[in-house]
């Protein structure tokens, strides 16, 4: 593989920033550096990208679907064709297919199709169930009648079926059965997200969720005399929080609020995104429903939000104008935590040896290019 160096661009690690810096990579980074310390190499192909920034790849741990496909179809060749468009279309450099409430045949479709997916396709690292563990009273847009009490012998199951991919489980903490359901989780590195739950704080100081999934939405919310499950993760220093960027799941005030209370390190940027992502607006679907997108909202019959169509680069720049986030508390956000919460020690920042998952930036911040594994990939609008 060709050694690519590109140099005099304004560098974020995601550790530092480096104002003219260079990095050298194949697949895996070589060298990342200032400018002062560059020494050219025969046999590279070297490249100017003055007024460029560069992070690194963007990572969304809830992606149920986008560009007219859903993980849920088991599709392996529209899962990998997902992947490759949520790369270079919105930077997402590693991917866990989210899968959502629905029955156990259903489930165990997808995770076979994600396996075969993710065999060609190294952007897919993982596996987000979400569900079916979850509460009839905080569903969403989640169908009622494939709800279920946490059962690790399911899990076993599509734990399985993956190939071993599941990495992070979202359920009811309250639920029968969540002590021993935590600990198989823990002791299997798969991480447990309260989300779609009415627990109350109390009952979430019994649990072992260091996680949450999308906060503030389908969850017990934040009250003067019931801290709920909001309130839980805003006050618990383990927890890290989704938080949905786009405007309409959370409102930016509310985002702020987040953001003042958790930080940088302990906020992860999410798409929960559907089929719809990318695609015109008009009717769609979600688990079987109907789903109706607006206004870059998607939304059930009832009104209900049914996932987003939110792009990860939208997300990013999102991020920076409704939290008043710097540039280097967003690469934390997209990229930085997420690697360190799920052990993805060759993801997450631009340094020596890590993959060579980097996102090219111009000078407003808009997503230009993609390197996935080294291999340049100009952003499609």
């Given at each position: 593989m060709t050694v690519t160096v590109l140099k005099h661009a304004t560098i974020y690690t995601g550790l530092e920033r480096i104002e003219d810096g260079y990095i050298r990579f194949d697949d895996k980074i070589l060298a990342v550096g200032d400018m002062f310390d560059y020494k050219a190499q025969a046999?590279?192909?070297?490249?100017?990208?003055?007024?460029?920034?560069?992070?690194?790849?963007?990572?969304?741990?809830?992606?149920?679907?986008?560009?007219?496909?859903?993980?849920?179809?088991g599709d392996a060749d529209?899962?990998?064709?997902?992947?490759?468009?949520?790369?270079?279309?919105?930077?997402?450099?590693?991917?866990?297919?989210?899968?959502?409430?629905?029955?156990?045949?259903?489930?165990?479709?997808?995770?076979?199709?994600?396996?075969?997916?993710?065999?060609?396709?190294?952007?897919?690292?993982?596996?987000?169930?979400e569900g079916p563990f979850i509460s009839k009273v905080f569903k969403g847009a989640q169908p009622e009648e494939y709800i279920k009490n946490p059962n690790i012998d399911l899990v076993k199951q599509w734990q399985e079926l993956s190939g071993g991919l599941v990495k992070l489980i979202t359920y009811a903490p309250e639920d029968?059965?969540?002590?021993?359901?935590?600990?198989?989780?823990?002791?299997?590195?798969?991480?447990?997200?309260?989300?779609?739950?009415?627990?109350?704080?109390?009952?979430?100081?019994?649990?072992?969720?260091?996680?949450?999934?999308?906060?503030?939405?389908?969850?017990?919310?934040?009250?003067?005399?019931e801290p709920g499950v909001t309130g839980h993760a805003m006050l618990e220093d383990n927890m890290y929080c989704e938080l949905i960027c786009d405007g309409f799941h959370i409102v930016p005030d509310m985002l702020r609020l987040a953001f003042d209370q958790k930080?940088?390190?302990?906020?992860?940027?999410v798409t929960d995104s559907m089929r719809s992502k990318g695609m015109p607006e008009g009717k769609s679907e979600l688990g079987g429903q109907t789903v109706y997108v607006k206004d870059k909202q998607a939304r059930l019959a009832d009104g209900t939000l049914a996932g987003s169509v939110l792009m990860y680069k939208d997300a990013f720049k999102n991020a920076m104008s409704f939290m008043d986030a710097s540039l280097f508390d967003a690469v934390e956000m997209s990229s930085v935590n997420q690697a360190r919460e799920?052990?993805?020690?060759?993801?997450?920042?631009l340094e020596v040896g890590k993959d060579a998952d980097i996102n090219m930036l111009d000078r407003n911040h808009d997503l230009v290019a993609t390197y996935s594994y080294g291999v340049k990939h100009d952003t499609e609008d």
């Open positions: 046999g590279e192909q070297v490249v100017d990208v003055q007024g460029k920034t560069l992070i690194p790849g963007f990572i969304d741990v809830h992606a149920h679907g986008g560009y007219g496909f859903d993980a849920m179809d529209q899962i990998d064709e997902m992947a490759t468009k949520m790369m270079t279309h919105e930077g997402v450099t590693t991917l866990f297919a989210t899968t959502m409430t629905q029955s156990t045949e259903n489930i165990d479709k997808a995770m076979r199709g994600v396996k075969q997916a993710a065999e060609r396709n190294r952007i897919i690292q993982g596996v987000h169930l029968e059965g969540s002590r021993e359901f935590e600990d198989y989780l823990l002791a299997h590195n798969i991480v447990p997200s309260v989300g779609h739950s009415n627990a109350t704080r109390e009952q979430m100081l019994q649990s072992k969720a260091t996680h949450v999934t999308h906060l503030y939405n389908a969850q017990r919310g934040l009250r003067h005399r930080g940088p390190e302990r906020i992860e940027l799920f052990n993805l020690t060759s993801k997450g920042t």
